[in-house]
């Protein structure tokens, strides 16, 4: 692809709303590639890690270990996107590019990024689901830092009172006995977020997926029993008339009061789970025939953007394989309450920390969202996909009639 040709397909990419994949799961001025001095430029989205943190010691570690010194910059999620389009517009992209896992579609179509053919990541470690999340037309973009995921979260003292096996609860059919239960002794059922952003979506892909849906027909019956399962929990009481309107921390919020005996949530609320007032654990989204549902994942790649001086490519190569390292991923998902990448590394994260077991097989089950080479056509079904929930719990049509209308929409040019 040319310089000139790439530019136009940036001009036209940095168009796109950006804001359906920004924020879903988690958490110096510019940059742009410096002609000398050793000098490498990282951005990341982990602006909370000041200069003294040890996420920038071990970028520091890594750039000593390349022989060059590394200049990092930290921006917010959805900043960071937009600067990342306008510095490959202008031609000086960092050398490194850390961005939540459905941007990396964005970028790809862009010409942004370039490819492990190109820039010689060995991704052969690396989980073949999560990679799907940067994979575009059968290439890959980068490395996935770490994962992030949702599970059901309960309160062991509720379940416990009301006689309920939390571990029984491997499909739907249990998942709605169990409430039903909960309900009989006069204790709330199970909170969670559905809210109209990606949010929302996000929240209710694993019963989606779970049902045997695909994101390509909003409208199946397997996507119609899906939301069924929400609208009917709403109509029986199971679920509080406030997922509507939920985010996930106001959902998570709803759990630590201790009303409720399941919240739907992710691996970022682990260490609030641990201030919780009463005992909790953890079991995988169940599917609706059983075994774990299919979860979105978050979290981030780690890129090589495209540079005029392709003679950059190959110390910047050097950095993302210490980043993504074995030990240095364990050190880094740990700190960012991720999941590994690598099997490996996700059994010593499950073995040092038992409570990780569950998230472990989440992630293991999950997808990206923008796999099924949807790309960047995913924002559009999300966004379809989320207003159809909230016609449906808000009673303004059927689940049937709105996921009709939202495969029209989806499908609408």
Known sequence: MTGISRRRRLAAVAVIALSAVAGAACSSSGGGSSDGGGAYVVWDPYPQFADDSEWVALLKRCGTSAGVTVERTGYDTTDLTNKALLAAQQGNSPDVLIVDN???STLAEAGALTTTDENKLDVSSMATNLLGAGQREGKTYGVPIGANTLA???????LT?????????????????ALTTVKARGRKGITFSAIGTEEGSFQFLPWFWGSGAQLTGLDSPQAVAALT????????????????NNTQTTSWQEFATGDYAFAENGTWQLANAEKLGFA?????IPASAGGPAPAPTGGEFVSIPVQDKTDRYATSQKLVACLTSADNLLT???TLSYVAPVAAVQDRQAATDPKLKVWVEAVRAAKGRTGDNLGTKYPKISAALWTAVQSALSGGASPQEALKAAQAAATTR
Request: proline letters at 6%; a negative charge; glycine letters at 6%.
């Open 102 to 104: 459905p941007v990396i």
């Open 152 to 158: 059901l979260y309960y309160n062991k003292d509720l």
């Open 161 to 177: 009172a009301a006689g309920v096996d939390p571990t029984a609860i491997t499909d739907w059919a249990a998942l709605n006995a």
């Open 229 to 244: 399962l929400w609208t009917d929990w709403l109509k029986q009481g199971h679920a509080p008339n406030s997922v509507i």
């Open 280 to 284: 909790y654990g953890t079991i995988a």
């Open 332 to 334: 880094t998902d740990t």
